[in-house]
């Protein structure tokens, strides 16, 4: 049928009745000679289309002006949402209505309350709703009444049982089961082609007090281009439909076809029109041999199928900056406005490649808090073993975004994840290690609309193509939320570890179309061992730099790789990096193989220097004098307890490392181990080193190991700088040789510590040590040239002087003077016994004098020992004198060689 000037009018029955019959309004007849006369009757011709001027130019589509909440309905809360249906139009496309709000019709008590005063009001929160029950605790036959239905989306409406809330603190509210009914709709689409206003009705209803909800509509006449009509909205961009533009008449949806050929196809620039002229981009595509790994939309250049040897070279002339010419290729993995995403060339600078990666957003996001763009509705996601179901469906739009293998995250994780960030081993014994939550996530099997839902299977691996979850810790797992110990990620969780790091949302959502973790570039040198090749060695990336044959010197500026991390004041964790060298294998991690004149590694903490002195026209001194300090090391921390990003304050200590000239080589014939040595010092002040390490050691040298020609020297604090007349040796306290160790000056022990001597053997440790007053010899000592004590000796508590007689063995028992309490000495044995008096005798060869008493041994005159030495004098207990009339008992006595006497010498009695 051809439709010619068309202009449509929706109006009523009757006119849409007789264009369905191919009469146009107003004919009362056909003539019989078969023309068109100046009734109202109009022939059709072969086609069936109009042979004459149309009139009137209006036709009349039937569609529905507006639609009316006929009967809300009663809902129990599991029925909603609510889907209304409109009766199938065989004369054109059915309308379509969504339900956009609920409000609660009935209440029943399920729960009665206490202390809840008679005509109580109770509200519940999330709607609104006002419920007024006559007795106040919802007894039998108390009047439950829904005074104010309230209003709210499926997602805000709560499960039964409800609690409500009361104005009054001392009254436990009862709990309810409510019903629901539809409060407010959307006519989504009007249709077209109805004979009668249809009505819309509701889903089946659960609930206890069960009504289907109702619709009625009016047909609409106000003018409408039934063109637009013409093709059932279901039928655009979707499978054996037409494909949608939008309101600039751009495709919405990519193109999909395996036999699409084009050498040049044209791309237009989809941002907002500027006063830049749109740009033209061409393309050269090939066959992806229907490869599994490979997204179907990817487009492929170069060779990829057998013989194919086409490249892609890009020939560009940078004139301007950012996206004005400004770069030769610019990539970014963000569809954000190119505004937002413009490359890095700025200013005056030109970039050949730009790669950027930056945080996206999904490609597809659903959840009960989530405001679809498309249809501006929100919805519901279950999860299931296999997958997950969108209720209600998805718009066909946002389906066409969703691809095979594309994947897709939840909101429910199994806990939280640590991450070391590929350093095995160190990451672990940090304080603040990158923590994330253990998210459920999959790749996409299948997705497809099932009329009131969308149905999503999923891989937990795309390449096995294996049916299931997984998630940060396990490649295999339940699915999300049917765990224990499954949560749902939010922001207001506080007890993780890693509390709200992705998703604000309290309910269950899924995010299409993520990267968990991104790279801005990933070179990979990959060898296989085929046959008949000669490749044997590849090179990860090689920066060749180079510069004028010709040019002045100090006329340029060169760099090459550099790393400028910015976090903007904030702390990342502890196994964050800038550069990590990894892998097994490999004989050497990093090789620097700099020039003479080169500093190898320069950093704010770090420095290595040349390998070479360079000369004297950079020198701030003669290069080969003596006492010249040429600096190979050096490691600076800054004494500032500051803790922000930068150093603010303090000054820098450090260890440097530097080889000094110990003889002068003008003539450049000293240059062995004997001219030269190698120094490790600690610095404190000064600055950094110069260009070729010349300086760097101006601040105050302190204590430093010296290597010297096969000798090591320790040395104190010089306080002053490296200077010709540090190559002393004398300014060194201990210098170690082969002879032994050579003190300079005098030799002191810690506070509190001692000097320790330990046997050959290593079985006995003898040591000297100093108290407060005195110096204290431990173990054994021998002075083989004997002791001289000008200032007395003392011997500590229990302890004696032991005297060793000719012809001493070790083992053998001695005299020893010991101290027994604060006025007597006594003679013992090395081993602590008495020493026999037979044994031992002490010999005056002069004279022996007390100053005060002598005290004897005492014993009975059975005890005398008999065999003493002549004029040993003893006390005897029980022995008197005969001189002494009373005969006293108890008195000194005398051996004379053959009897015991008293002072008379006469014999004692006893």
């Known amino acids: 049928m051809k439709l010619r000037h068309i202009l449509l009018v929706a109006v009523s029955l009757a006119p849409a009745q007789a264009y369905a019959r191919g009469v146009l309004p107003g004919s009362a007849g056909m003539p019989s000679d078969g023309n068109n006369a100046s009734t109202d009757t109009s022939f059709p011709d072969s086609d069936r289309g109009p042979t004459g001027p149309m009139s009137p130019t209006s036709l009349y589509a039937g569609m529905v002006g507006n639609a009316t909440i006929g009967n809300p309905g009663v809902y129990a809360p599991e029925d909603l949402p609510v889907t209304l249906t409109f009766p199938p139009n065989s004369l054109g496309e059915a309308a379509a209505a969504s339900v956009t709000a609920y409000t609660a019709v009935s209440a029943r008590v399920v729960s009665r309350g206490k202390n809840c005063a008679a005509g109580s009001v109770f509200t519940v929160a999330n709607t609104d709703t006002k419920i007024t029950v006559s007795d106040g605790n919802g007894r039998f036959g108390s009047e439950v009444k829904v005074s104010s239905g309230g209003s709210g989306p499926a997602n805000v409406i709560p499960a039964n049982p409800v609690t409500p809330t009361s104005d009054r603190s001392s009254c436990r509210p009862p709990v309810f089961n409510l019903s629901w009914g539809v409060s407010a709709i959307s006519l989504a689409n009007q249709g077209w082609g109805y004979t009668s206003a249809p009505t819309a009705t509701g889903g089946a209803s659960t609930a206890a007090d069960a009504e289907v909800a109702s619709v009625t509509t009016m047909l609409g006449d106000a003018p409408f281009n039934l063109s637009e009509k013409l093709i059932a909205t279901s039928r655009i961009g979707a499978a054996n439909g037409v494909a949608a533009l939008d309101g600039s008449g751009h495709v919405t949806a990519p193109i999909s076809s395996s036999d699409l050929i084009s050498q040049h ?24 041999l229907q490869d599994p790994s490979t997204n ?14 086409a490249f892609m070279k890009i020939t560009a002339q940078t004139y301007s900056r950012g996206d004005l010419g400004g770069a030769v290729l610019s990539v970014t993995d963000s569809d954000q406005p190119t505004f ?7 200013l005056d600078d030109a970039i050949t490649m730009f790669l950027q990666s930056k945080d996206t957003a999904p490609r597809v996001e659903a959840g009960p808090e989530i405001t679809d763009p498309v249809d501006n509705m929100r919805h519901t996601v279950a999860f299931s073993g296999t997958g997950l179901t969108i209720t209600p469906a998805l718009p066909d739009v946002e389906v066409a975004r969703i691809k095979k293998k594309m994947r897709l995250y939840t909101n429910w994780k199994s806990g939280n994840a640590t991450d070391s960030g590929g350093i095995s081993g160190i990451a672990m014994s940090r304080h603040h290690i990158f923590v994330k939550p253990n998210v459920y996530y999959a790749y996409i099997a299948d997705v497809k609309n099932t009329g009131s839902a969308t149905a999503i299977t999923v891989y937990r691996d795309p390449d096995r193509q294996e049916i299931g979850w997984r998630n940060e810790v396990s490649s295999s797992t339940d699915y999300p939320g049917h765990s224990s110990g499954d949560s749902i990620d939010t922001t207001t969780d506080t007890a993780s570890s890693a509390p709200g790091l992705i998703w604000p949302y309290r309910k269950p959502s899924v995010f299409i179309g993520l990267a968990n973790k991104k790279f801005i570039a990933n070179p990979m040198s990959q060898m296989t061992a085929p046959t008949d090749t000669l490749t044997r060695a590849q090179a990860g990336y090689e920066v060749d730099i180079y510069t004028p044959e010709n040019f002045a010197d100090y006329s340029r500026f060169i760099s090459g790789f550099t790393i400028a991390p910015n976090t903007n004041g904030h702390r990342l964790s502890d196994d964050s990096y800038v550069m990590h060298l990894g892998g097994t294998g490999f004989p050497h991690m990093l090789e620097i193989a700099a020039g003479a004149e080169a500093s190898n590694i320069v950093g704010s903490s770090f420095y290595a220097g040349t390998v070479g002195y360079g000369d004297d026209d950079t020198s701030p001194e003669p290069v080969m004098a003596q006492g010249y300090a040429k600096l190979m090391a050096e490691t600076t921390q800054y004494t500032s307890p500051n803790q922000s990003n930068q150093v603010v304050g ?17 003539d450049g014939s000293h240059i062995n181990a004997n001219d030269v040595s190698l120094n490790i010092q600690e610095e404190f002040g000064g600055g950094s080193p110069d260009y070729y390490g010349h300086g760097g050691l101006d601040g105050m040298m302190l204590g430093k190991v010296r290597f010297f020609n096969g000798d090591v020297y320790l040395c104190a604090s010089q306080e002053g700088t490296v200077t010709a007349d540090t190559v002393d040796a004398k300014a060194c306290g201990v210098v170690v040789t082969n002879d032994g160790v050579q003190l300079n000056t005098d030799t002191l022990t810690g506070k509190g510590k001692a000097f320790i001597i330990t046997a050959p053997n290593g079985t006995r440790n003898n040591y000297i040590y100093s108290t407060n007053s005195s110096a204290v010899l431990n173990g054994s000592w021998t002075a083989a040239g004997g002791v001289t004590l000008n200032a007395g000796a003392t011997v500590g508590v229990a302890q004696g002087v032991a005297f060793r007689p000719a012809g001493y063995t070790d083992g053998q028992q001695v005299p020893m003077l010991v101290g027994e309490n604060q006025t007597t000495l006594k003679l013992v044995t090395n081993a602590g016994q008495p020493s026999s008096l037979n044994a031992y005798n002490v010999a005056a060869k002069g004279t022996l004098s007390a100053t005060r008493q002598i005290n004897n041994a005492v014993a009975t005159f059975a005890k005398l020992t008999s065999s003493a030495v002549v004029g040993t004098q003893e006390f005897c207990s029980d022995c008197y004198s005969h001189s002494n009339p009373s005969k006293t008992r108890g008195i000194p006595v005398w051996w004379n060689g053959s009897r015991w006497g008293d002072a008379l010498g006469q014999a004692v009695g006893h």
């Open 650 to 666: 303090g000054h820098p200590h450090s260890l440097v490392t530097y080889q000094q000239r110990m003889t002068d080589d003008t």
């Open 340 to 346: 937002n995403i413009r490359n890095g060339a700025g």
């Open 296 to 309: 179907p939309d990817t487009i492929l250049f170069g060779g990829h199928q057998k013989y194919d040897d």
């Open 265 to 288: 196809t044209y791309i237009r620039d989809l941002q907002p029109k500027s006063e830049f002229p749109s740009r033209n981009y061409k393309a050269t595509f090939f066959d992806n």
